[in-house]
Each structure stands twice: as structure tokens, then as C-alpha cells.
């Protein structure tokens, strides 16, 4: 039987590339996102991915949106959280609003999604938890207060929850990407970028397909042993 992986924020970015490593490994894929729904159809009709429509960071509609991917797919065995947006700028300038809006998409979703697929994997045995975090979890990033400091929580969350699940044959790990070639990454702009891209050691920007095949990997049966852990993939511009 294959197995279900859902991937939140999967129809864009590295979240796609996600949705179609996980596919061509032979998952059977379902991808969540939030607002666009052209990309989302553009989507399916290119890889051939049902895409489900609610807000992560609503618990109630991560309930009701997993009982339709459920029902469609069958119980979720890999959940990848990966949905996730910017609002930079400096603290003294940052907005409640701005703060509260990447708190709840970046990390209150990687609680809404887990709480509501964990009870499933504890009771049958397996289950793979994979959470996209950032270098600027780790290193921290000016400009980036909050998005920081959700990555970072994402680094905790995956810490406890992987002592939770250990025993219950689940993983649940951290993937913190560098800069990856994105539209958000392509949304800084391009004088401060290029002075990004000087400081990264292999002298380019990430690809987002070198975040999913260490998806697929920690997905995989073979990455049994490995739990609790913060992958870092960043060209080598900051070394956790
Ligand atoms: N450290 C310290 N100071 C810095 C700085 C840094 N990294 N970057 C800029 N500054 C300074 C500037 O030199 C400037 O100082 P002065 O006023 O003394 O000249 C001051 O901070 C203001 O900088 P800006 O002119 O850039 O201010 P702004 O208001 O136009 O823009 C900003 C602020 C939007 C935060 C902009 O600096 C920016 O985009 N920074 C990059 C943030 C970033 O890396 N975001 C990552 C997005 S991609 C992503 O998040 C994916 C991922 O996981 C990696």
C-alpha cells in the first residue's frame, strides 16, 4: 500500500518540489495551500496533485481540511510542514499584525497539523514528521524577528515531539534550507540579496529540489534512526 504524505504550502515554491519528489518516490501525495488558486490549478494539472484549500494556521479548518484529504487518500502517514511567508522588516518597525501573521502561518501551523495527525500515527505504528525551519532559525536574520523566531520555535517543537513519538514509530525532524532560488527568497530585494548570495560558500542560491530529496530521505524507511534532528542545507553559509 503507498503510503500518504500531505505537504502544507505545496503548491508553489519548495513545497512543490516537495509534493513531486515525494510522488515520483511513490507516495500518493496531497498538497495544502491557502490563497492562490490559480498556481494551486496550475499545479494539478502539471503533476497531477489533488490540492486542498484552508488556512494552516486555523486549527478547526487543519481539522476539517485533513478529514477531507483522509477521505480522499486515506490516514495520513508523512506530514511535511512546510507553508510558510515573510513580513520583514526591522523590529521598530514591525506591526503586532505583522508579528502575529508569521507566528500563526510559520509555527502555530506546525501544531495545528501535527496535533491533528498524531493521534492517527501513534495508533497505527508509524508516521513521519518533517518541518521546514530556516537558517534564520539558527542564525538569526536582521529584518526578521519574527520569522526568526517562529523557525527557531519550529527547531524546539521538533525536539520534544521526536522524544514523544520515538517509541512509536514516528520521526519527527527539522529541515532548516539556506536561501533557496523562490519567489520569497526573490522578493528581498536584489542589492541586499546579492550581498546574501556573496556570503553563501558555494556562490548560489539553493535549489528547491535539494530541500526535497532530503524530504524523500527522512521520509523513507531507511531514515528509521534518525529523529529529533535539524538538517541543515545551506550551501554551507552558516554551520549549526
Ligand atoms: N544587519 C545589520 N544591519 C543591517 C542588515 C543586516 N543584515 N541589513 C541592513 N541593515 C541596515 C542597513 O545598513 C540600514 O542601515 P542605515 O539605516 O544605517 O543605512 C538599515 O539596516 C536599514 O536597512 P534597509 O535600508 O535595507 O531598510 P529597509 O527598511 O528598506 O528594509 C528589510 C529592511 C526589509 C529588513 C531589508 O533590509 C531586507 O529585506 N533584509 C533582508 C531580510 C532577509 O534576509 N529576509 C529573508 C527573506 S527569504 C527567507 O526568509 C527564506 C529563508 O528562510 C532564508
Not at 484552508?54 to 486515506?74: M, R, S, T
Not at 510559520?106 to 501544531?111: A, G, H, I, K, T
Not at 518533517?130 to 534564520?136: D, F, G, P, Q, R
Request: with cysteine; aromatic share 8%.
Amino acid at each position: 500500500m503507498k503510503r500518504v504524505a500531505v505537504v502544507t504550502g505545496g503548491t508553489r515554491g519548495i513545497g512543490e518540489a516537495i509534493c513531486e519528489a515525494l510522488k515520483h518516490a511513490g507516495y500518493k501525495v496531497a498538497a495544502t495551500y491557502q490563497g492562490n488558486d490559480e498556481a494551486a490549478k496550475k499545479f494539478t494539472e502539471k503533476t497531477g496533485i489533488p490540492a486542498f484549500k484552508f488556512d494552516v494556521g486555523d486549527f478547526d479548518g487543519c481539522k476539517e481540511g485533513l478529514a477531507h484529504i483522509v477521505k480522499a487518500l486515506g490516514p495520513v502517514d508523512i506530514l511535511v510542514n512546510n507553508a510558510g511567508i515573510t513580513r520583514d522588516a526591522f523590529l521598530h518597525k514591525t506591526t503586532l499584525k505583522h508579528w502575529h501573521e508569521v507566528v500563526n502561518t510559520n509555527l502555530d501551523s506546525v501544531f495545528n497539523m501535527s496535533r491533528n495527525v498524531i493521534e492517527g500515527m501513534r495508533e497505527r505504528g508509524f508516521g513521519r514528521i518533517i518541518s521546514i525551519s530556516s537558517i534564520n532559525g539558527q542564525a538569526g536574520q536582521a529584518g526578521q524577528t519574527n520569522y526568526s523566531a517562529a523557525k527557531a520555535g519550529i527547531i524546539g517543537f521538533t525536539k520534544a515531539l521526536a522524544q514523544e513519538s520515538a517509541s512509536k514509530g514516528i520521526t519527527v525532524n527539522a529541515i532548516a534550507p539556506g536561501y533557496i532560488d523562490t519567489e520569497m527568497v526573490r522578493a528581498v530585494s536584489p542589492e541586499v540579496l546579492s550581498k546574501i548570495v556573496e556570503k553563501i560558500p558555494v556562490k548560489r542560491l539553493g535549489k528547491a529540489e535539494e530541500i526535497a530529496a532530503m524530504v524523500v530521505f527522512l521520509a523513507s524507511d531507511q531514515a528509521a534512526f534518525a529523529t529529533g534532528a535539524t538538517f541543515t542545507v545551506n550551501g554551507g553559509q552558516y554551520f549549526a
